[in-house]
């Protein structure tokens, strides 16, 4: 019972991170229908960024996390200024190879600045683990519970809430209406790239105090991320936090009780079964085209 | 010219798609050798009667009989190779390949060569191939186009695209071909065409089911004409019986209106 | 049934039609020439180990451009089968003795069974959820091939393979395996050609233009596409057997997500749907990470960089792309 407790929390804390990169790729699938495999190395500059102002330059850890964010977030806007926009005929292959190209690129870039070697950073709070039934819970992870739930929270009143959250989604359900009705489309889709590389760059920041952070660390990320966002269903924002902890938990069980080898395998086990069994995830509707 | 073989029977055939009734209860014979038009107000179901005739989807209740067999949960390549071909509304042709090539591709059905009968080419498949290319040559010229043959097909005017997409159905060898708005989109000469070579078509024996908006054409060319209204068969019979019948001029003259307006709301 | 034929215009096309296939003979000839004076001509072991991966790039992205670039399904997980033959033929011949010649159709014949039993439920889906399924296929294979060390030697890798023998014939030095290689690559172009000019791959073309309209004329879209990507893994399973034979030694990072993108990265670049533009893309792919070593640390912010700038400025491939940006500038100068 305690054991299973304890993969319990570690899958929780996993769960979260991989439903805040999985809410960035929804996001921007929604608003361009691309899947963006850069994702994951814009989760890596978040991580690196946090740890070098925070731990390199010892700044306070809420300014260095906002500035990570914003950082990241700008990276994401130019990326999709310089690369994504010029883009005349946006065919599936041509947008993948782009963005595989660009998770290339800021590999590289990641070595360039960090070099070669892992780092990490002391938690956002020096308390104790807590103590629940005999199984030991990080603050960390308590921390990012916190965080993600915030960040959720705040989501979701900005898509139903505020006006430009509306347009948002107006732009997802048919860009050529809401360009009709007078709504930017085009700068939509650079909030929309700007707030979901924000988002990656949260969850790289949150990670950072228990994992070893390098340059190579988002590729694996990001396509979990991914497989997360397709369980929930792709473009639904409560699938992809759903399809984030379930793949966590289920992943972290795996570990438990199967074997550690096969804990990345989960994510892309549970991918096929999606898409075989139930294409539109866990809480999508969206018809896809299956002929 | 028709004689008294039924080719096709349709049979108290249902289909829904969520709380709409599309079809309700739908009979009606084809038959050999005949020319058949149906028509209809916009959303009386002739499409969606063309789908499950041609397999696209499944009939929700009873049966479609062609050439005497049932061909219920039959799948769309299946019929084709039975003996029903078809057109599309909004032409769909292979784009990227030429006019020849499509025509070729029709015929899948008669040729029968496979992936490694492809890649030994043994004298018999290249004796198929040039059987096929003969064919389509004269398929080609049925319809006028053989000065076309090398041209991609996503290049030809939408004139001509519409009679490759003919020649590509009968390429297949059917019994029954089913035109869904084949003058749609041509002008009143190349119209005029049309219904010369669907006449010569069925002359050929083929039978054909018509959507056709053109009363014109359909009146003229079709044997019998089945009238479709708000899922349901309001009329069928010889086109002067129908033209004159008082529910297919309510059904059409109570909707004439109607269009009417809608066609200027989606023009603006 | 249609209307009467005309001989002469018949024979017109006919004789085209042998002119065709003449003119490709001759493309062949000129081909084999090239590598076997390549073959001799070059000493060097680094080029002739260059020239070597060249040839088995050009089958991984020739079984890749069937799939992708003729039938219109994208696979990113191309690399697994690559990596079944090559485990294959190594676990075969290495663990089991087993000589390389009875290896070889076990190597394709698995990757040809495996590629059934994936392709029946994955190729139902399509656009961006095909890409996932087999993205998803891909990762597992290479999964199963790091952490089922008992059998593949785990991350680390498998050594030991023996070089290819058939009796007494033994394919060891280079200038040999470079002429294996590229009598493959011939084999396969032919065998590509064949078949794309044939009803199945005018029906394979008919599912890329439309897949609704191809099984309206007939074709059966799910048994054809099925096929074709059976075909396709057996060809990368080919080149996956020739590799561990040529390395001795095979590893799982060879064949893991950023390989398959590799693959997928050279049909596009070369051109979809494109023989002669897979040999091409496949060069260049293999060619430029060599050229960008004089980077040092910029390689990889350099490689990433040309790979997005080719996509965004000529989506259609190099090949196509110049010859569409000549077209314009002959059009601009026209006016």
């Known amino acids: ?291 | 010219m028709t004689d008294n073989r039924i080719l096709l029977e349709i049979k108290n055939v249902d289909k829904a798609f969520g709380g709409i009734r599309a079809l309700r209860d739908i009979s009606f014979c084809l038959q050999d050798r005949s020319i058949t038009g149906l028509i209809g107000p916009n959303g009386a179901g002739k499409t969606t009667l063309f789908n499950l005739i041609t397999g696209i989807f499944p009939a929700d209740n009873g049966e479609i009989r062609f050439n005497g067999r049932s061909v219920n949960g039959f799948r769309v390549h299946e019929l084709v190779g039975l003996g029903i071909a078809r057109t599309f509304q909004n032409v769909e042709l292979f784009e990227s390949m030429t006019a020849l090539e499509n025509i070729m591709v029709g015929m899948h059905t008669r040729t029968g060569c496979g992936m490694i009968g492809s890649i030994l080419r043994l004298p018999n498949i290249i004796n198929e191939e040039r059987r096929a290319r003969t064919k389509a040559i004269d398929l080609l010229k049925f319809v006028g186009l053989e000065k076309y043959a090398h041209q991609k097909s996503g290049d030809l005017p939408f004139g001509w695209q519409r009679l490759l997409e003919l020649a590509r159905a009968l390429a297949a060898e059917p019994e029954l071909l089913l035109l869904d708005e084949p003058a749609a989109g041509l002008n009143m000469s190349e119209t005029r065409e049309l219904g010369g070579l669907i006449r010569q078509i069925r002359d050929q024996g083929v039978s054909i089911l018509l959507v056709e908006h053109d009363m014109n054409l359909t009146m003229s060319i079709s044997d019998k004409i089945v009238v479709l209204d708000q899922g349901s068969k309001i009329a069928e019979g010889p086109p002067r019986a129908v033209q004159s019948d008082e529910a297919v001029m309510a059904a059409y003259l109570g909707k004439a209106k109607k269009q009417e307006q809608h066609a200027s709301h989606t023009k603006s | 049934m249609c209307a009467p034929r005309e001989l002469s215009v018949l024979e017109k096309f006919n004789g085209s039609d042998s002119m065709d296939s003449r003119y490709r003979k001759i493309v062949y000839i000129v081909f084999a020439v090239a590598v076997v004076c390549i073959g001799l001509a070059v000493k060097n072991a680094y080029y002739l180990q260059m020239l070597i991966f060249i040839g088995l790039n050009t089958l991984l992205a020739l079984s890749l451009n069937m799939l992708m670039g003729y039938a219109g399904q994208i696979s990113l997980g191309h690399a697994a089968f690559y990596g079944i033959g090559a485990y294959m033929t190594a676990v075969l011949t290495a663990s089991y003795h087993v000589p390389p010649l009875l290896a070889l159709p076990a190597a394709i014949g698995a990757a040809m069974v495996v590629a059934w039993i994936v392709g029946v439920p994955t190729l139902r889906l399509t656009g961006y959820y095909l890409g996932m399924g087999t993205l998803g296929f891909g990762m597992i294979v290479h999964i199963v091939l790091r952490e089922w060390s008992s059998v593949t030697g785990g991350a680390s890798g498998f050594v030991g393979i023996p070089p290819l023998a058939a009796g007494p014939l033994v394919i060891d030095s280079e200038q040999h395996y470079f002429f294996l290689v590229w009598a493959m690559v011939l084999l396969c172009i032919i065998m590509c050609t064949r078949i794309i000019d044939s009803r199945v791959g005018r029906a394979l073309r008919a599912i890329h233009d439309g897949e609704m309209a191809a099984a309206a004329v007939g074709v059966n879209t799910k048994k054809l596409k099925l096929q074709v990507f059976i075909l396709s893994a057996g060809m990368a399973a080919l080149a996956g057997f020739l590799y561990a034979h040529l390395i001795y030694f095979v590893s799982p990072g060879t064949f893991g997500f950023l390989a398959s993108i590799r693959i997928v990265t050279m049909v596009v670049i070369g051109g979809m749907a494109s023989i002669w533009g897979s040999l091409f893309g496949a060069s260049l792919l293999t060619l430029l990470p060599e050229w960008l070593h004089a980077f040092s640390e910029f390689e990889m912010v350099v490689y990433g960089l040309i790979l997005m700038t080719v996509m965004i400025f000529l989506p259609r491939g190099l090949t196509r792309g110049v010859l569409d940006l000549f077209e314009r500038w002959r059009k601009t100068n026209d006016r």
Not at chain 1, 186 to 191: D, G, P, T, Y
Not at chain 1, 197 to 212: L, Y
């Open chain 1, 1 to 291: 019972m305690q054991e299973i407790l304890q993969y319990f929390f570690s899958g929780v804390t996993n769960g979260a991170i991989y439903a805040v990169i999985a809410v960035g790729f929804s996001m921007l699938y929604n608003s361009t229908e691309l899947i963006n495999f850069a994702h994951g190395e814009f989760v890596m500059l978040g991580a690196l960024c946090m740890i070098s102002l925070s731990a390199g330059f010892e700044m306070h850890l809420v300014p260095a996390f906002l500035i990570t964010m914003a950082a990241v977030g700008a990276a994401g806007m130019l990326f999709e200024r310089l690369a994504i926009r010029p883009v005349r005929h946006p065919q599936h292959v041509v947008l993948i190879i782009i963005t595989v190209g660009a998770s290339i690129f800021l590999r590289g870039i990641g070595m360039l600045i960090w070099g070669k070697d892992s780092y990490t950073m002391p938690p956002f709070s020096a308390h104790s683990p807590v103590d629940v039934a005999g199984a030991k819970l990080l603050a960390q992870s308590v921390w990012i519970l916190v965080i993600v739930m915030t960040l959720t929270a705040g989501l979701h009143l900005f898509y139903r809430r505020s006006l430009t959250g509306k347009a948002m989604t107006a732009c997802a359900v048919n860009k050529k209406a809401a360009w009709i009705v007078g709504i930017p489309t085009k700068w939509m889709v650079l909030l929309a790239f700007g707030l979901a590389t924000a988002m990656g760059a949260v969850a790289g920041a949150s990670i950072a105090p228990i994992t070893m952070s390098s340059y190579g660390m988002g590729t694996i990320l990001g396509l979990k991320g991914f497989c997360a966002a397709m369980l929930g269903g792709l473009g639904s924002l409560w699938g992809a936090i759903l399809g984030g902890f379930l793949l966590g938990i289920l992943e972290a069980m795996g570990v438990g009780f199967v074997s550690s080898g096969l804990k990345d395998a989960t994510a892309f086990v549970l991918l096929l079964a999606v898409l075989y069994v139930r294409p539109q995830g866990i809480v999508g509707s969206r018809k896809v085209q299956r002929f």
